[in-house]
């Protein structure tokens, strides 16, 4: 008999033994280890994978055993009950999953049990978190939780809800905290709605959004045009801002963290998710910006990493800002330098990619695309650690290229269905457009940009204005 963390145990039992173990454990005392249906605990461990680690034996290959799932809940003084070993004939039975079933046909309406191969987190599935928010399908999983689509039972409005095993990680609860304190004075982050724990698992429920870059990229083979490339770099860039500004660095910049918004107003508008690896770079008692140290440990994605974070550093503002750069130039060019390497069996890929990033100067990376990409590159590179980015700038830099290049800020994106521009109007959460009162594009921070000829003046977004 093995115990559970939780109390939830699996008790493999041959046929002929059966009865005489059903009255073992009532004759200790536990009324309620048979019950499946008292405790959320012991209905989510009913489709879990038990791993028995015990000594007792070679792996059980009889096909003809009938196994029983018992709930094992805590006993009367809240302690956990005594592990035992199991005897089952010098036998172990390992990584099987269990559900009791009735059956329905048959005479004498014997009980029967099938093993059943599931998904643990299917378990989730109608539980309702928070008092309201009601769990349906899944959306996506990542290393550390998954995410579900859920309902507002009061509103009926349809919301995200992410979640991670408690007993395993605790990066819910630090993401959760950053969450509401920039959704709360920021736009373009999903709106923080509730954080707490259900059964074994953190809970935090955030605005549903929209499709991320990385699927929306994959849809259009993989490359975006300039155009799409030029407008997403002014969204992604005033997300960071606004991050930065709040004293915090995202640490993991890539497309999937990139995700489009939905609904009438928000569609074309650019969010920022996904805060597990974020951190304050600021010191909380002085609000200054921390001191550099050397020789921490990794965090984030390898292929948009920056050098510095590779090379072991504190991230800060400027890698996230480079980490931007190498997406953007994925976007371009379909595929980074250091993408798809082939290492050997001794080799390391982290130390491969980052001897590639450092054979690929901003010049040779960005050989054939477009000045503002080497402009740009080459700003966040020489970026310190202390130093704060002048955004302003970086956003000038994109925007004088799509001036150049004759392209309207129209939100006709390489994914949209729509043909020719479409001339948005304000939107209202604020994420939309507003109309430029004859601003032109090109002229930001004083600077004049040269123009086609032919340009036309167009609506700019004032996105954190």
């Avoid at 507002?152 to 409005?157: D, I, L, S, Y």
């Amino acid at each position: 008999m093995e115990s559970f963390e939780n109390g939830a145990l699996i008790l493999a039992i041959e046929k002929e033994n059966c009865v005489n173990a059903l009255d073992q454990v009532q004759a200790e005392g536990d009324s309620n280890l048979l019950s499946h249906s008292e405790s959320w605990d012991c209905e989510h461990r009913k489709s879990n994978t038990c791993q028995f680690n015990n000594n007792c034996g070679e792996r059980s290959q009889s096909t003809s055993s009938t196994f029983i799932g018992i709930g094992l809940g805590r006993s009367r003084n809240g302690e956990r009950p005594p592990a035992k070993e199991c005897e089952d004939k010098g036998k172990q039975t390992q990584s099987v999953s269990l559900v009791m079933v009735e059956e329905s046909k048959g005479t004498g309406g014997n009980m029967a049990l099938k093993q059943q191969q599931s998904d643990p987190w299917e378990s989730v599935r109608h539980l309702v978190v928070g008092e309201i928010f009601l769990i349906g399908d899944r959306i996506s999983a990542g290393a550390y939780g998954k995410v579900f689509n859920a309902t507002c039972t009061m509103t009926g409005e349809s919301v995200a809800v992410k979640l991670e095993d408690r007993y395993k990680n605790n990066y819910l609860e630090h993401e959760s905290r950053i969450l509401w304190n920039v959704s709360s004075i920021q736009s373009g982050f999903p709106r923080w709605r509730y954080f707490g724990s259900e059964g074994p698992f953190n809970v935090l429920v955030m605005d549903k959004l929209g499709s991320s870059l990385s699927s929306l990229l994959a849809s259009c083979n993989g490359i975006f045009t300039l155009k799409t490339t030029l407008m997403l770099a002014d969204q992604c860039l005033l997300r960071l801002q606004s991050l930065h500004e709040c004293g915090y660095v995202h640490s993991d910049i890539k497309p999937e963290n990139y995700v489009m918004g939905i609904g009438q107003f928000d569609s074309n508008a650019v969010y920022l998710i996904d805060f597990g690896l974020s951190k304050s770079y600021k010191n909380v008692t002085t609000k200054h910006h921390l001191r550099q140290k050397p020789g921490g440990s990794f965090n984030g994605t390898v292929r948009y990493a920056s050098i510095n974070t590779h090379q072991g550093l504190d991230p800060s503002r400027r890698d996230d800002l480079e980490s931007l750069g190498y997406m953007l130039i994925q976007f371009i060019k379909r595929k980074l330098p250091w993408s798809g390497l082939q290492i050997d069996a001794n080799e390391s890929l982290f130390e491969k990619v980052l001897q590639v990033k450092l054979d690929n100067p901003v010049e040779k990376l960005c050989a054939d695309l477009p000045k503002c990409f080497t402009e740009y590159m080459r700003y966040c590179r020489g970026l310190g650690f202390k130093e704060t980015p002048d955004y302003n700038h970086l956003r000038s830099i994109f925007m004088a290229e799509m001036a150049f290049q004759n392209y309207f800020y129209d939100y006709q994106y390489d994914w949209a269905t729509t043909a020719g521009p479409v001339y948005p109007s304000v939107s209202a959460s604020g994420l939309g457009p507003a109309p430029s009162n004859g601003v032109n594009v090109a002229m930001m921070d004083g600077i004049n940009y040269p123009l086609p000829q032919n340009y036309r003046f167009y609506c700019y977004p004032t996105f954190g204005f």
